[in-house]
């Protein structure tokens, strides 16, 4: 199983998710700053990388995580996902988009834009920081479902086109 | 089979263009009606932004695919090959095709006309004079 986050830039909420799911992040607890950075992806890709898959690592069962950018499109990302999978025989249930995007603060979009956009780091970068943490728990709790569905053996099928991302306890 | 995926990011479906011509179902030289009929077959006014279209097979053997992110900057040739590498296709399998555009002011023109329904006959015209002037250049890219 192949389980792809996707945002706007692939630089700050879905590189988070997917540290939170492999364990780079703590889950019981705010992240620190330095925690954040410490992560590869985070707040590093340009323009050119959008829509790179982008492979983070493999969680404890066996499922390969990837990050992804994909501007404010998502439909996009659906759309050749699933047409890709028809024509090559890449069954729907092989993979779990996951849309990290529409739990991004504005804090975050303010700093992702100035960071990323503008090339201003550091007015931007501690504004995402903040960002990120201010809503992390968020992301927390959408990985958690994810893991949670995959654990007890939940299709996703059904959701694989679509924009996913299950209900979060705000 | 290997699969030959023409794509574009332009505001108008240009790849499935340049693939009718390569499959035989366009002309060479631009044609109204075989293009009015090619346009309304595929739901050109409607086309579904980053939904590969398969167009048949090539004179080559090759199966022909595009795919049109409409007016988005999203690298698709980054997502096709992050896609297909995450599931061990390679260049064997596959090739990919840019389309450039160059008329991308006076597409998305007709394209917004197209949207107002008043406006929807005189936008189509407006992308319909585009097209057959870069229509050359677009049969230019298969022979490139």
């Given at each position: 199983m192949k389980i792809i986050y996707h945002c706007?830039?692939?630089?700050h909420s879905s590189v988070t998710a997917a540290a939170v799911h492999l364990g780079?992040?703590?889950?019981n607890r705010l992240p620190t700053a330095g925690e954040l950075l410490s992560l590869e992806l985070f707040d590093k890709?340009?323009?050119?990388?959008?829509?790179k898959i982008i492979k983070v690592g493999t969680d404890g069962w066996g499922n390969d995580v990837f990050v992804v950018g994909r501007l404010s499109r998502p439909q996009i990302l659906f759309n050749m996902f699933r047409g890709l999978g028809e024509q090559f025989e890449i069954?729907?249930?092989d993979y779990i988009l996951v849309d990290v995007?529409?739990?991004?603060n504005n804090t975050m979009r303010v700093g992702g834009l100035l960071s990323r956009?503008?090339?201003l780091i550091n007015i931007g970068r501690p504004l995402v920081i903040r960002g990120t943490i201010s809503d992390y728990q968020k992301i927390c709790d959408l990985v958690s479902k994810i893991k949670n569905g995959l654990q007890n053996g939940r299709k996703f099928a059904t959701y694989a086109h679509y924009i996913f991302c299950p209900e979060v306890s705000h | 089979m290997k699969t030959k995926i023409f794509y574009c990011t332009s505001p108008y479906p240009l790849a499935p263009l340049v693939a009718g011509v390569l499959t035989g179902r366009l002309p060479s030289v631009f044609d109204q009606k075989t293009f009015r009929d090619f346009a309304c077959a595929n739901n050109f006014s409607l086309y579904p932004q980053g939904k590969p279209v398969c167009l048949g097979i090539s004179p080559t053997g090759e199966k022909v695919m595009a795919i049109s992110t409409g007016?988005?900057?999203?690298n698709p040739d980054n997502i096709i090959n992050g896609f297909l590498t995450m599931y061990g296709l390679g260049s064997n399998h596959y090739s990919l095709v840019k389309v450039t555009c160059r008329e991308r002011f006076w597409l998305l023109l007709g394209r917004f006309m197209m949207a107002i329904p008043f406006l929807n006959n005189p936008g189509r015209l407006v992308i319909e004079w585009r097209i057959k002037k870069i229509y050359p250049d677009l049969v230019e890219t298969l022979r490139s």
């Open positions: 706007y830039g692939g630089n780079k992040l703590p889950q890709q340009g323009s050119r990388d959008i829509g069954a729907p249930e995007g529409m739990l991004v956009g503008f090339g | 007016n988005a900057s999203i």
